[in-house]
């Protein structure tokens, strides 16, 4: 067999290889390339998938959210609350506008402890940043109750969650602004790179949609300095013929997930869990592992390939140094770089790859 890598694009690709080649022939022969038909289509099917009033398609999830923050006019002198453990894409949303990430810790199921945000809430807090982290949705009912309680902002980072549901609603939903990622690992990935924000309020998405085109809202006449921050056609038609499949591609991955829960049982390693009233799309299978360096050299001896999401938090990087936060203040989010380990899951994944995974790590000793 040949190696089994964490993530198989290509799998993703000849799913459904005819419809997506027919879709880039027909927006190559249309002669319209950047916010046309396509784009227009995937805004609305996307959010009629979430079930939000409005999407407005964008170039990346970064820009999802630094334009979420950036419309809700968060920047300089404000906090925004954001878990520690998160990529750090999430953070950069908040400091591109210069305001300061206030870290909070993960609960057992790597996503923000709602017990822990009222505590850090300040004068300064402008809003909370919620990530579904690995495709789980976060423990939605407290959250919303201490956004309302104490009048802050409630963004939502989704590039992980298409789709993810707390108690029977859409993650993306539950606050002012829903940023996602389109970027091609995502569970509902284009071609290069996308993103999106949805909203239920008019107003919102009327000024993201002149923000991302240079703040123009009729040619040449420009209201406010803006970006440029497009989906572009070709990406938007691909992720059409995606999202005609979500269902699907989300029970495969539902599949494989539950294989793994039910029949990894090395006592070495810790299995993810499922909060009660929340579901899981598993963007990644994350497992933990106090001997994980010891585990993916084992692993890679097998031709198995592994992932960290994420070795380093963002208090720790190099780029946040002049944050001030010391190694040693979130143990939590800080233990769980130190032990966490994605395994090989992806849509494509053939049985004998995954029982070949599952052999392996039962073997491990
Ligand atoms: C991927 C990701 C982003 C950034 O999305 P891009 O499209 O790569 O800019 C932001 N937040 C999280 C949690 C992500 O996983």
């Avoid at 899981?280 to 890679?300: A, K, M, T």
């Amino acid at each position: 067999m040949e190696k089994i890598m964490p993530n198989r694009l290509d799998r993703g690709f000849y799913q459904y290889q005819e419809e997506f080649e027919a879709k880039a022939l027909e927006v190559l022969r249309s002669g319209w390339y950047v916010l046309g038909r396509e784009v227009a289509s995937f805004e609305e099917e996307f959010a009629a998938y979430l079930g939000a009033k409005h999407c407005v398609g964008l170039a990346s999830g970064l820009d999802a959210l630094w334009i979420a923050f950036r419309i809700l006019g968060i920047g300089k002198g404000d906090e925004v609350i954001v878990q520690g453990n998160t990529y750090i894409a999430s953070v950069m949303g908040i400091t591109i506008n210069g305001a300061t990430p206030v870290f909070v810790e993960p609960d057992e199921y790597f996503n923000i402890d709602a017990a822990k945000i009222e505590e850090k809430i300040t004068k300064k807090t402008k809003a909370v940043l919620v990530v579904h982290l690995y495709g789980q949705a976060s423990n939605m009912t407290p959250v919303v109750k201490l956004c309302k309680k104490h009048n802050l902002r409630l963004v939502e980072d989704c590039a992980q969650s298409h789709g993810a549901k707390f108690a029977g609603r859409t993650t993306g939903t539950f606050g002012d602004i829903g940023c996602f990622s389109f970027y091609p690992s995502k569970n509902l990935g284009a071609f290069g790179d996308g993103g999106a924000i949805v909203t239920d309020d008019e107003k919102l998405a009327e000024d993201v949609r002149v923000f991302r085109n240079y703040g123009s809202e009729k040619r040449y006449y420009n209201r406010v300095v803006g970006t440029n921050s497009r989906l572009d056609e070709m990406q938007a038609g691909l992720l059409r013929v995606r999202l005609r499949h979500m269902s699907e591609l989300e029970e495969e991955k539902r599949r494989i997930s539950e294989k793994y829960l039910k029949n990894l049982d090395s006592p070495h390693i810790m299995l993810p869990r499922i909060r009660e009233g929340a579901t899981h799309i598993w963007h990644q299978f994350v497992i933990r592992s106090g001997r994980r360096q010891e585990l993916i050299d084992y692993l890679n001896g097998k031709e198995i390939g592994t992932i960290i999401h994420y070795p380093i938090p963002p208090h720790l990087s190099e780029a946040y140094v002049y944050l001030h936060i010391p190694q040693g203040s979130l143990p939590i989010t800080e233990e769980y770089a130190d032990t966490v380990l994605s395994i090989p899951l992806y849509n494509g994944m053939t049985d004998a790859e995954q029982e070949y995974v599952i052999d392996a790590i039962n073997g491990w000793r």
